[in-house]
């Protein structure tokens, strides 16, 4: 049974006690021998969630009323819920319940805003001279089932527009997922031909822009609470006004073709905005083209990320971080615009301003996560900027700072290439990663690389965590 939520708030208030901890129930009950195994759940009370209906908080979770957990279990169910992405804050407070040797559990979210646009920008590849503006207009949670609804632009240097909906629980016990969205962005991309395997400075290659239309439909199962596997169809059209060899497959710089792919994904992760613990992985194959569309080929991408704790004394942990990733491209041959590419999204650190381009990849990326200002909450109404501010005051705002020192090696090659030839580039240095409200993470990095008998140091910044 679920208590009323003014009831829940009254225990709250009165008990004082927060986050999974022994040393917070000693006081009134011995629980130090029960926490460190099994112990059984009465009840489960919510508060906090005004908009977000019950069922999507208590689906995400193992332990379920009446029945056993253990700390482990209790702290994933946290994990899961936070990761929902819904709130600004969780947090799982036990209350002892000492005539039935039980637990109750209140689980207290603050519920972030839903309908609102979001300004956003920055600098493309940190240069001054590519920022780009806009709104993401988002309606998270729709109905209260954690389903979103999206409008998003933006403006400048590579202008887009997307609108799409995405519902991450379709049925109850099947859990299916879904979405569909529609797609226009203008890309500059760089003509590098003639570049072979070899790297080459930015600012050396020609730029030509590429206009791309598309529209998306996917569906999903979760066959597991963290596995689950998926079927996305998408057409293409994309047009590329300055033609020249090898920058389109059309001769007219028209190319319209599909996509299918299938995807098998893991994801166990303590915090997917930036995890210190846990591991995720994804699997996709993808066919482009059908049916004699100019465009024919097959595509394999592999992500492995895990995040390993290790503890130096108490509760205070370091993370080793990796991401290992592969790309392989075969069957016909693969439009300029589609090849893989190190140097904008994804690039080896300390090598931001260089471009390497081929049909397949290969990279290790590392860093450990050394926390210098554990991540903390501050109540909106003590906040020294915002505790004047209505709406604002009300709500917590999250802040942390991590000391990254990392090490990047990456490769990309051509298909009629040999791994023994491929020219891997390094890249090491030292980041700082700062937590900030609302999920994002701000992130310097300091970078050096070793081109021959030269170092160059690379200074760039990131409105988000490297991985």
Do not use: C
């Not at 021998?33 to 208590?58: A, C, E, R």
């Not at 799982?92 to 805003?113: A, G, W, Y």
């Amino acid at each position: 049974m679920i208590f009323k939520k003014n009831i829940a708030i009254i225990l709250f208030i009165l008990l004082n006690i927060s986050n999974i901890k022994a040393e917070y129930l000693d006081s009134i009950i011995k629980v130090d021998s029960m926490l460190s195994k099994k112990f059984k759940i009465g009840s489960i009370i919510l508060s906090g969630n005004k908009v977000t209906k019950d069922f999507i908080i208590l689906r995400e979770m193992e332990t379920k009323e009446n029945d056993s957990t253990t700390v482990e279990i209790l702290k994933e169910d946290y994990s899961n819920i936070q990761n929902l992405g819904l709130f600004n804050k969780v947090e799982l407070v036990p209350i002892p319940d000492i005539n039935r040797k039980q637990l109750n559990l209140l689980i207290d979210v603050e519920e972030s805003f839903y309908i609102l646009p979001i300004p956003q920008g920055g600098l493309k590849e940190g240069n001054i001279k590519k920022f780009w503006g806009g709104i993401n207009f988002l309606w998270r949670n729709f109905r209260g089932r954690n389903e979103t609804l999206q409008a998003n632009f933006g403006i400048w240097y590579e202008p887009f527009v997307s609108v799409g909906y995405f519902i991450p629980w379709i049925g109850e016990k099947a859990r299916f997922f879904g979405g569909i969205k529609f797609n226009f962005n203008k890309s500059i991309k760089k003509d590098l031909n003639q570049l072979g395997s070899e790297y080459i400075l930015k600012t050396s290659a020609e730029d030509y822009k590429v206009f791309s239309y598309s529209g998306e439909i996917i569906i999903g199962k979760f066959l597991s609470k963290y596995f689950n596997i998926s079927l996305g169809y998408t057409y293409y059209y994309i047009y590329v006004p300055d033609v020249k060899q090898g920058r389109s497959e059309s001769a007219d710089g028209r190319d319209k073709y599909s996509k299918i792919s299938a995807n098998i994904s893991y994801d166990k992760r303590n915090n997917t905005n930036y995890t210190t613990h846990g591991t995720s992985f994804n699997f996709q194959i993808s066919k482009y083209g059908f049916f004699n569309e100019i465009v024919n080929f097959s595509r394999v991408e592999l992500n492995f990320k895990k995040f390993i704790p290790v503890r130096i004394k108490d509760d205070y942990f370091i993370s080793y971080a990796f991401w290992m990733r592969g790309v392989s491209n075969f069957g016909g041959s693969v439009p300029h615009y589609k090849r893989e590419v190190y140097g904008y999204d994804v690039y080896v650190r300390g090598w931001k301003d260089f471009i390497f381009e081929g049909d397949n990849s290969l990279g290790y990326f590392s860093e450990i996560r050394i926390p210098i200002i554990t991540p903390f909450y501050v109540k909106g109404k003590d906040h020294i900027i915002i505790k004047r501010l209505p709406i604002l005051k009300n709500l917590s705002y999250q802040y942390g700072l991590y000391i990254a020192p990392f090490f990047d090696i990456a490769g990309i090659f051509f298909r009629n290439q040999s791994l023994k030839d491929v020219n891997f580039q390094n890249g090491y240095g030292i980041g700082f990663n700062f937590i900030l409200p609302f999920n994002s993470v701000f992130r310097i990095d300091v970078a050096l690389n070793k081109d021959i008998k030269l170092f160059q140091s690379r200074f760039s910044f990131n409105l988000e965590a490297a991985f």
